[in-house]
């Protein structure tokens, strides 16, 4: 019983640092944190009742494994979110199932959390994106599409993909990878800084005199 009960404070702990501490402070979606923990609870609680039963642990997993899938494919989410959702579930996994000895659960739960903590860092490849863009004319060849890309972004174009290349219409769609330059990044912190309000100097009418 005490294995129990200290799986269910690792779970809690772990979910609101995971979900409230880092989640939320770095992509601000509300509806998400719902999500998020009502697919912990709810894998936690019936994976405890069918590891206890005759049922098997097996069926419960399934059913949750089809349940996720469907809410995967329901709304948009984007990579980092889904990751979230999967540590959600395998924290709600381990807790439920509270392997012996007492501490491996929470062990499991903590270390999942630092990994996302530390992977999703904002400092992690700060200068990095991925963008899809829509070029307004069409480029079958690689080297010309990456200075193009490389111009308009003012980056350096590390990797492009191509979804679509339409010749009758002038089109391209590419999905890219840059790095921003560091004196882009320099004039966008630059501009991201409060601006100080100059104070207008008023010049003494006895100077002259």
């Excluded at 709810?42 to 059913?63: D, E, H, R």
């Excluded at 999942?112 to 994106?129: C, G, Y």
């Excluded at 899809?132 to 308009?152: F, I, P, S």
């Amino acid at each position: 019983m005490l294995n129990f009960w200290i799986a269910l404070a690792a779970n809690l702990v772990a979910m609101l640092v995971l979900v409230c501490v880092v989640y939320y402070r770095r992509h601000f979606r509300k509806d998400l944190v719902l999500a998020f923990f009502a697919l912990n609870i709810g894998i936690f609680g019936v994976t405890m009742l069918l590891n206890g039963s005759g049922a098997g642990a097996g069926l419960g997993l399934g059913l949750f494994g089809i349940l996720s899938i469907i809410r995967l494919r329901s709304d948009t989410l984007t990579q980092e979110e889904v990751a979230y959702y999967f540590i959600s579930l395998a924290i709600g996994l381990i807790n439920g199932l509270h392997p012996d000895p007492f501490w491996l659960s929470p062990a499991l739960s903590f270390a999942m959390v630092l990994v996302m903590f530390l992977a999703d860092h904002p400092s992690f490849a700060k200068r990095t994106f991925r963008q899809t863009v829509t070029l307004d004319k069409a480029y079958a060849q690689q080297d010309q599409l990456h200075a193009a890309l490389g111009e308009l972004l003012d980056a350096r174009v590390l990797r492009t993909v191509v979804i679509e290349l339409d010749l009758v219409r002038d089109l391209t769609i590419v999905d890219v990878r840059f790095r921003r330059n560091m004196a882009c990044s320099h004039t966008d912190q630059l501009a991201d800084a409060p601006a100080i309000e100059s104070i207008p100097v008023l010049a003494d009418s006895n100077s002259g005199r």
